[in-house]
């Protein structure tokens, strides 16, 4: 077996089942490029405070340059005698180059290394996360501008309640991404903070410039106490906080999709790509997409809570507990990624049907709030109205009616207050118009709120 970095104070060599129990090289290789990065910043520090020599500087840099090629291409030979990404990659430089390559590690340890690498690597996860979620409010607010007069009921505890558009439904779910880019934009300052210079965890004994180790790598600044900065993770679970949000605001809309695409409601099919059939019932088309999506949520929600309880019960500063944070992390990136991408797409590909939707709101007596407020604004206070509309939806259920198909005089029964002009608010665009204000589902509305989206996105 190969030497440890580390072997020589030891009697006998681990064990196979202990060195992979402790090895992460298999996942964690996957910061090998943000690693080269980190150290390539690191060599350079040191080189310009004089610390490490022209030659090796450059030594380290071509070596680097080399290793970068092999790993691009596929053709590094990981070792998990090795143990991680970190002392693979050092122990290859220091078999092409020597010496210099020994030099490399002056003034660092692997815990603040690992620290910069765990957030350089989350630093371009995010900014991708950012770009994946506007380009499924992209699809949204497109969605929406088509449908902004689209009708549909609108539900509580699943029943019909209000009219409302299809394009405000979309325009909700826009609204709550847009609340999860803040939040990732907000996480991200935190996380493009330096570690490196940490060293272990007291700081190091060499003249080192975290300021321009920092600058270098594009970092804001500077961890500014030795200790935190090589043992919290908080950043990673603040992160996979906003990562379970977004999975939960997706859960929820695929949730509603699932309803939607079902024959009982019919309102939307999903494209056959982002479906599947049975191997029994012929007839069947699944939602097998929006089904993922939420079951994924669980997975995510579950690292979080790893996450949050691989972190309670250390002491400072590091200990090897934040190994398993990794793990954890990149599923959440996949996974997040991967939803968003595909959620993108999906709603491009949904196709709305707005008989169906109309056909709903008809039959769910949802303008009986209307008929309410139209009373109320005829001198009726507001319980004795809601009491009429009570009594004439009871009466409209039994002859299998619609509020606004029973006549003038059958209405007139309910309260004498009632003219023909009750036909205006009865019918569901009536009720839609109705509600125009800020942030109401009139189509007004959601066609400026559209409008506002498209300039945020840039459309
Ligand atoms: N692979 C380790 C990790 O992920 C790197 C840091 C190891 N440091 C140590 N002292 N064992 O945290």
């Known amino acids: ?10 009697n006998e060599p681990v064990s196979e089942l202990v060195k992979r129990y402790t090895a992460s090289v298999t996942f964690d290789c996957r910061m090998a490029e943000v690693d080269i990065q980190g150290s390539l910043a690191h060599a350079t520090m040191l080189n310009r405070v004089g610390v490490l020599s022209d030659d090796d500087f450059r030594a380290i840099q071509s070596g680097m340059a080399d290793i970068l090629d092999d790993i691009r291409n596929g053709v590094f030979d990981w070792s998990v005698d090795l143990e991680d990404v970190h002392m693979n990659i050092e122990r290859r430089l220091t078999e092409k180059i020597g010496d210099a390559g020994k030099r490399l590690h002056t003034g660092r340890s ?11 690597y989350l630093r371009g996860g995010i900014d991708a996360t950012l770009r994946q979620i506007a380009e499924v409010q ?5 969605l929406a501008e088509q449908h ?3 009708v549909m009921p609108g539900f509580t505890h699943l029943q019909v309640a209000q009219p409302v558009t299809f394009g405000h439904h979309m325009l909700a779910y826009v609204e709550m991404l847009g609340r999860d880019s803040e939040r990732f934009a907000d996480a991200r300052r935190r996380v493009n903070r330096l570690p490196l210079g940490a060293a272990a965890l007291a700081g190091t004994t060499y003249p080192i410039d975290r300021r321009m180790t920092a600058e270098l790598l594009g970092f804001d600044g500077v961890c500014e106490n030795s200790l935190d900065a ?3 993770r908080d950043f990673a679970i603040e992160f996979t906080a906003a990562a379970a949000l977004t999975m939960t605001h997706l859960s929820r809309l695929s949730e509603e999709l699932i309803i939607w695409m079902s024959p009982r409601f019919g309102f939307i099919d999903i494209a056959d790509r982002f479906c599947t059939g049975s191997s029994i019932m012929p007839q069947k088309k699944n939602p097998d997409v929006p089904e993922l999506v939420r079951g994924k949520t669980g997975r995510v929600n579950g690292h979080l809570v790893a996450l949050l309880t691989l972190m309670k019960g250390q002491p400072l500063a590091y200990n090897k507990d934040n190994q398993e944070d990794k793990e954890p992390l990149f599923d959440t990136l996949d996974t997040l990624s991967d939803t968003l991408r595909i959620y993108a797409d999906m709603m491009r590909g949904i196709t709305v049907k707005p008989e ?13 709030t209307d008929l ?4 109320v604004k005829r001198g009726l206070p507001f319980r004795d109205a809601h009491e009429a509309v009570a009594l004439a939806v009871r009466y409209a259920e039994d002859k299998k009616k ?7 005089i059958e209405l007139q029964s309910f309260s004498p207050l009632i003219e023909n002009s009750v036909f205006d608010v009865l019918t569901p665009d009536g009720s839609l118009a109705a509600r125009d204000h800020v942030g109401g589902t009139a189509p007004a509305q959601v066609r400026a709120q559209v409008a506002r989206w498209k300039e945020k996105l840039a459309l």
């Open 1 to 10: 077996a190969a030497n440890k970095a580390w072997s020589g104070r030891f």
């Open 110 to 120: 692997r815990n603040d290394q690992v620290a910069t690498d765990i957030r350089l």
């Open 138 to 142: 992209t699809s949204l607010v497109l």
């Open 148 to 150: 902004a007069d689209t």
């Open 230 to 232: 090589v043992s919290d």
């Open 356 to 368: 169906a939707m109309e056909r709903a709101v008809r039959q769910g007596f949802a303008t009986a």
């Open 372 to 375: 309410a407020d139209y009373l």
């Open 402 to 408: 619609d509020l606004a198909d029973l006549s003038l």
